[in-house]
C-alpha cells in the first residue's frame, strides 16, 4: 500500500517539476545544495523523503515494488506531468521502475550511480558490488545522526543485491531520454554495470564523474553542471 511521503518544495509552481529521490540511508535535505540551481533555472523542484526515511513514515514494509508505488501516488496526489526524476542509488532504481510504470507522467530521467541489481547469481553474497565499498558506504551511513529506519537499509541491500534478470530485461522499454552518471571506479556500484545499463536503455548516455558513490554531495558543482546541461540540451531540442 502506498504511503504519503514527506517532501520539499522550492521553486515556481508552474515551472517544469523536478522531484529528486535520495538513496539509502539520506533524505530530501540532501539535495540542498543542488535544489537553488535547479530553482534559478526556472524549475519547480520536490525532493522526497522515501519510506522509513526523514518525515515519511516507517511501515516496515521496504519492498523496492513499495518504494515505486509511493512516487507513483505522489506523482497522482500532485498532479504531475512531463516530470523530471532524478535520483539517487535506490532513488534512481524507483525513477526509473515509475518511469516503466507510468511512461505517459515522466519527460526523462537522471540517474545517479543507479543501484542496479546483478543479472545472474555471483560467488559472494554482494554479486558484483564491491565489499570494502559497501562497507564503507554503510558505515559512513551509520555514523551521522540518523533519520531512517536501520530496517529500511538493510531490507533495500538485501533486495539490490539480489540477481534481477527481468528488470535487465525491460530497460530496453524506457522511452525517456535519460543520463546516468557513475562515481567511478572507487563508487560501490559497479561502473561496468552502469555501463550495461546504459547501453540498454534506448539513446541513453552515461558520465563518469570519479569520487565515490555520492556524486551529488562530493562534487556538487560538477554534479549540478552535468545535470543542468542534459536538461537545458533536451529543452532546446525537444
Known sequence: MALDLGYRQAGDPAGVPVVLLHGSGSNARTWDRFTPRLTEAGYRTIAVDLR???????????????????LLALLDTLDLRDTILIGHSVGAHAALAAALAAPDRIARLVLEDLAAPPRQPG????????PLQVLAAVTGILRV???????AVAS???????PDLPWWERLSEVSHPTL?????PTSCIPPNRLADATAAIPGARMTTIPVGHRVHSLAPDRFATEVLAFLTELAVHG
Open 52 to 70: 522509513g526515511h526523514g518525515t515519511s513514515a516507517r511501515p516496515g514494509d521496504y519492498a523496492l515494488t513499495s518504494i515505486r508505488d509511493d
Open 123 to 130: 560467488p559472494v553474497s554482494l554479486r558484483g558490488f564491491k
Open 180 to 184: 546516468i552518471l557513475s562515481g567511478g
Open 145 to 151: 545522526s540518523r533519520d531512517y529506519d536501520l530496517r
Open 156 to 162: 533495500i541491500l538485501r533486495q539490490l543485491t539480489r
